[in-house]
C-alpha cells in the first residue's frame, strides 16, 4: 500500500463522491425545507440519465445533454411535487413518505414499461483520455469533467441560495414556514422551486454517472439514491455544505474499502454501518447542532 | 377473553375446517393453496410490524430483515444441521427477536425519520451479512429445504400471532405503548419506562417477523438474500399503512386486499407495480389514515342500534 496507491483510491472516491454529493443536495434541500425524506429523489436521477442518453444519441454533445436533463428533471420534480406532496402538507409524516415510496416505484415501473428492463450502453460522448500526474497517479477526463461539473453546479447553488431573492425565500421557509407565510413569503412557489433545484441537481448526476460508468437502467436510482441519502445524512440532513462533505467522505470510504482485498462486496455494508453510527453517535450529522426538544 | 373473543376464534375455526376440507377434497388447487399460505405469511407480517409502528408510534421500515434471520436460522437448522422443524422455528423466531434487541437497544435514543433511516440501515445490513458468507450461500442463497409447513401450520401460526399481538394491545402493556405512541414525554412524566416499551414492541415484533420468514423457508424451498431487501421491507409497510395504523382488523384488510391484487394481476407484470403505486398514492392522499385507520368496526354496529354508550352522540333512531 504505497503512497501513490492512496492517492490514486482518493482520486476515484473524490469522483464518485462528487456524484453522492449532487443527488445528496436534492435531498437535503427537500428535506431542510418540508422534513420529507424524498425517496423518489432517486428516480429523478435516473430520469436525468436516460434524458443524458436519448440526448446523446440524437447528437447532442455533453454540455448541452447535460442541460437537457436539468430541465427535464426540473420540471419531474415540480411535477412531482405538485402532484403527490402538494395535498399531503398537513398530513402525518409517515403518510407523505409512503406517498414518496410509491411515487418511486411508479416511476421506476413506468420506466421499466417504456423503455425496457434492459440496460443500455449510453453513447460515448466524452473521449477517454488518461493523465499521469506523477508516478502511478492518474486521473482521466471523465473524472475531471465529473469533477469540474460539481464545482461549477455547487458555486450556482451557493450563489442561488445566499445571494438570490429564491434562495433567501428558502431560508427562510426553511426556517419557519409559517413566518415566512406571514411576512408575505409565497410559500408554494418556494417549495416548488427547491424541488426544481433538487431534481435538476439529480438530472445532472445522472448524465455524469452515466457517463461515467456508461450504462443506463430504469433502477440504476436505487442504490446512488440510498448512497447520496446516506451521504445526506452523514453531512447533516439539511444542511447544504453537509451535503457535499457527506458525499465526497462516503465516496472516498467506499472506494477505500472497495479496494481492500476480498472486502469489495462489503462496500454497501459499510455505507449503511456508518449510517448507524452517525445516527447513534449524532443523529444531527458531523455538521448539525444538538437541538433540544422543547416541552 | 370476552364473548367477542372465543366468537372469533369460533368462526376462524370453521374457516379453518372449511378451507383444510376443500384443500383434502383437491377442490382448491396448488395456486389458490399458495396464495392462501402467502396470505397468511403476509397478515404475520403485517401484524407484527403494525406493534411497532401502528401501537408505539416507532417507525420501522427493517422488517424484511428480522424476517431473513428467522428464515435463515430456521433453514441452517433444518436443511443444514438436520433439526427438527419445530425447534428449527422456535430458534429462528429467537434469533430474530434477539436481533430485535440488539437494534432496539442503540436506536431508542432516535425518533421519526431518523429511526426510519437506522431501521432501514440495519435491514439492509443483515442481508449484506448473508450475501457475503459463503455458509449460506451467498448471492444464490439456501436451495434445497424441505417443504415442512403447510395451510395447518400457516394457519394455526397466523392465529397465535393475531391472538398475542391482539392482547398485548389490550392489556396494560398495550395502553402504555399506545402512549408513547401519542406522547412521549407525556407517557414518561406518568411514569411509563418508554425504553423498556419501545424495546419490548421491537422484540416481539421482529419474534413474528422471524416466524413469518421460517415458514417461508419452508414452503416455497429456496430463500436468497436479494428476497429480503428494503422493498420487501417497503412491501410490508404499505400492507401496515394501507389498512390502517394501529387497526389489527384495519391491516388484516389491508394484507389481504393487496395480497389478492398482487396475485391476480400476476399475468400483467409491468403493469401490476404500476396499479399497486398508483393505489399507494391515492389511498395516501384520499384517505391518509388508511382503509380502516379511525373506523371502529363494534362502534359501527352500536350506532346502528341507536345506543351510544360515550353519549354526545347519541342519533334519534
Redesign the interface.
Known sequence: MTFDYLVQQLINGISIGSIYALIALGYTMVYGIIKLINFAHGDVFFVGAYTGYFAAKAGLGLILSLILAMVVCGILGVLIERLAYKPLRNAARIVILITAIGVSFLLENLGIITLGAQAQGFPEIVTKSTYTLWGDVTIDSIQIIVLAVTVILMAVLQFVVHRTKIGKAMRAVSFDMEAARLMGINVDSTISATFAIGSALAGAAGVVFAVMYPSVDPLMGIIPGLKAFVAAVLGGIGIIPGALVGGLLLGVVETGVQSIPGMSLWRDGVAFGILILILIFKPTGLFGKNVREKV | MNKRFFLGIAISLVFYGVVQALISGEILNDFYVDTLVMLGINIILAVSLNLI?GFTGQ?SIGHAGFMSIGAYVSAIMTTNLGYSFPLALICGCLAAAVAGLIIGF??L??K???L???TL??G??IR??W??NDYVGGAAGLNGIERVTNWSWVFFLVLITVIVIQNIVKSTHGRAMISVRENE?AAEAMGINVTRYKVIAFVVGAFFAGMAGAISAHYFYGIAPGSYN?MKS?EI??FV?LGG?GSTLGVVVGTVLLTLLFTFLQDIP??R??I???I??LT??FR?KGLLGNVDVMKLFKKRGGATKNGGTTTTP
Open positions: 409502528n417507525f442503540p436506536t435514543r432516535l421519526g425519520d431518523y426510519a433511516i437506522a440501515g440495519f439492509e445490513i449484506i451479512v450475501l457475503n414525554i428494503f417497503f409497510l404499505v399503512v395504523l409491468e403493469w407495480m404500476i399497486y403505486s398508483l399507494l398514492i395516501m392522499i391518509p
